[in-house]
């Protein structure tokens, strides 16, 4: 049995094998409509969200499974104060695989060693999401036919912004990636990244203040929300939210072949003047999500491709 806690569960060759597997659900989702018959999917959220539960729920649905699941703590016994470890001990006697998403780092990870049905993380804390990885990985595939060999620019909140972490995690391992970070001082990467993964494997990026200065460089600009929910004060969030605003003008700096990616959901870093442009890719993104999922509950279920 395995578990889907961070990118780097999954070899290169495997992500590929999903990204593969995700491009034909996509040409022809009929074919995989009854491979998990019978199957069902629970999912546990302690914190809100749009597009990770929903794209969950569609994916086993796409794949003639069901679901059952909460949307919120306060809604389940974690309300009463029961703990993560007896909630997954019991809905491993519910459901065939779990995706949960909690506000504390390493939730997924503890649940996991509690779990007899494979565990995914959709998300822990400011730490890992993973299968936004997967996705944007998908998508960025789709885009530019290839992973290796561009330049990736991350804008925004990089500190708390745990798709970011798992982005930079996943795409190191690929080959001629170089990473632009432009965050205000206060939300640089993390340490522990900058160090255990770009300096640890020579990987080429800059950091940057300066989002019109870094346009025209980028093959990827990959948006991120200052992450309110992370914030101790405030004040802190006033002064940062509107650091950057993507819109139109700053788009005529961008190559004609630079998408825009951002996982969603969005405040005001992107402006809905440039939701027409061709390069905004970030709805279309949303959508990947759901074909990845449903490759990735394939293999963890390890179902059998349709012939
Ligand atoms: N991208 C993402 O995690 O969106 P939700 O918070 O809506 O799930």
Same mark, same amino acid.
């Given at each position: 049995m395995r578990h889907l806690i961070s990118p780097l569960d999954l070899s290169v060759e495997e992500i590929d094998q999903l990204i593969a597997l995700a491009s034909d659900i996509e040409k022809d989702r009929s074919r995989y409509a009854h491979v998990c018959d019978g199957k069902k999917l629970a999912t546990l959220f302690y914190e809100p969200s749009t597009r990770t539960r929903l794209s969950f729920e569609a994916a086993m649905l796409n794949l003639g499974g069901s679901v059952l699941g909460f949307s919120s703590a306060d809604s389940s016994s974690a309300a009463k104060g029961e703990s993560v470890s007896d909630t997954i001990r019991v809905i491993s006697s519910y459901a065939d695989i779990c995706a949960i998403r909690h506000p504390k780092e390493g939730a997924a990870y503890v649940a996991a060693s509690k779990s007899s049905i494979p565990v995914i993380n959709a998300g822990d804390g400011g730490h890992q999401h993973p299968t936004q990885t997967l996705t944007d990985l998908l998508t960025i595939h789709s885009l530019k036919g290839r992973l290796s060999n561009m330049t990736v620019g991350l804008c925004g909140d990089?500190?708390?912004?745990r798709t970011v972490h798992s982005l930079i995690h996943a795409l190191a391992r690929y080959s001629g990636i170089r990473f632009v970070l432009i965050s205000p001082p206060e939300l640089k990467i993390p340490d522990y990244i900058r160090e255990t993964v770009l300096d640890a494997n020579g990987i080429e990026y800059r950091e940057t203040t300066n989002l019109d200065d870094a346009?025209?460089?980028?093959d990827i600009l990959y948006m991120t929300r200052v992450q309110r929910e992370r914030f101790f004060n405030e004040e802190d969030y006033i002064r940062m939210k509107d650091c950057y605003i993507l819109d139109k003008e700053k788009m005529k700096f961008a190559k004609p072949d630079m998408f825009i990616l951002h996982?969603?959901? @969005?405040?005001?870093?992107?402006?809905?003047?440039?939701?027409?442009?061709? @390069?905004?890719a970030y709805f279309k993104q949303a959508e990947y999500g759901v074909y990845i999922r449903m490759a990735l509950i394939m293999t963890l279920l390890e179902v059998e491709k349709p012939c």
């Open positions: 990089l500190k708390f912004g346009m025209e460089e980028l996982p969603l959901p @969005r405040v005001n870093e992107i402006s809905v003047e440039v939701d027409d442009d061709p @390069r905004a």
